[in-house]
């Protein structure tokens, strides 16, 4: 970590707990992507992984108490200067020593000097992360502003499974870059709402092996349902087909194949949601019949594969939502000789009837299976603001900023 260097400042603090490994994945995505990374582990985080491999990692040196360095204050330094915190695993211990400003070691200290984001990946048991103890402490550090995310629910250590693992590393570094471009992207402003998101694109199968699909890759939705969970929302996910993205934590993610499977899983979650973002491309049209078995090659011409109308989901949204329910639709667009982009954007947005609309330009090159995204929100008060070109996750933050502003209007 030098003055000269440009790159973001990551402190990536590690907790004693068996999660520990799962460090190391985040430092090496971190460092891949071009940020300065520190490594700072309490003392119980080194029985399980050693001080060497985050040296390795990361090119810089690694302590775990105040006294190494002195002469550089460490223990102030590293806090002061870092861009971003990042705390995986935050165990129980850590959580507690944390929102009570505990220091006694070179982690706790740097957690008191950081005025930059901290992000804090908890991983515990079950019980422990339900013990009223540990709700305080998270409630105290998410009133101060700490980022602590959603733990997933699967296995855990032995044969014990529930809420309580670490969130995917990949999905703890997409929140850490957010932070980093986006300090106040994460408030808990949507604490109490409950908020449906589709996402990925739809199959519509021909025959067993073969479908009619679209070049979706499903990270929009994905973006939107991890952030609206570390605002606070309820959030269920309908996700059709995706690229392999990280399960956000937190949510609850309800699969869906085909245009219909989807419009059933939506309608269902929909009852009695807050809000709805209709992020998955939906296959307009289905094959009329599917073979039950696979369509061999004959001697003639193939026939042609006739072609149904699939609902349109959104427009059922608009057509039987309850009073108050916020709609969010998605168009791609690329403009052709009877518009451009932002005019066949407004005329979507009247005929689909919902309250807000993400319109991207696509096209070669744009939106489509890129990391960045850019665009512009057309709400129906007839307001409109471009989206500048950013990641994904900065998209999301933007469309949710949008969404809590109608709520309150
Ligand atoms: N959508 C939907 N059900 C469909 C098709 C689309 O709910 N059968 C939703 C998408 O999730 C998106 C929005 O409608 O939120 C816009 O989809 P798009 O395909 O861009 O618009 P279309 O209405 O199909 O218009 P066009 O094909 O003329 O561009």
Redesign the pocket.
Known sequence: MTETDSRPRVVLGVGGGIAAYKACEVLRRLTESGHDVRVVPTEAALRFVGAATFEALSGNPVHTEVFADVPEVPHVRIGQHADLVLVVPATADLLAKAAHGLADDLLTNTLLTARCPVLMAPAMHTEMWEHPATRANVATLRERGVVVTEPASGRLTGVDTGKGRLADPAELVDLARLLLVRPDALPRDMAGLRVVV?AGGTREPLDPVRYLGNRSSGKQGYALARTAVQRGAQVTLVSAHTVSLAEPAGAELVRAGT?EEL?EAVHKAAEGADVVV???????FRPVSRAAHKIKKTGRDPDPVALTR????????VAARAAGQVI??????TGDSTGDVLE?ARA?LR??G?DLLVVNAVGEGKAFEMEDNAGWLLSADGSERAIALGSKSRMASDIWDAVVAFIEA
């Open positions: 589709s245009a419009r209709m992020a998955a491309a939906v296959a307009d699939n609902p349109d989901v959104l427009a059922e949204l969010v639709g998605f168009a791609a667009e066949h979507k005929r689909k919902c």
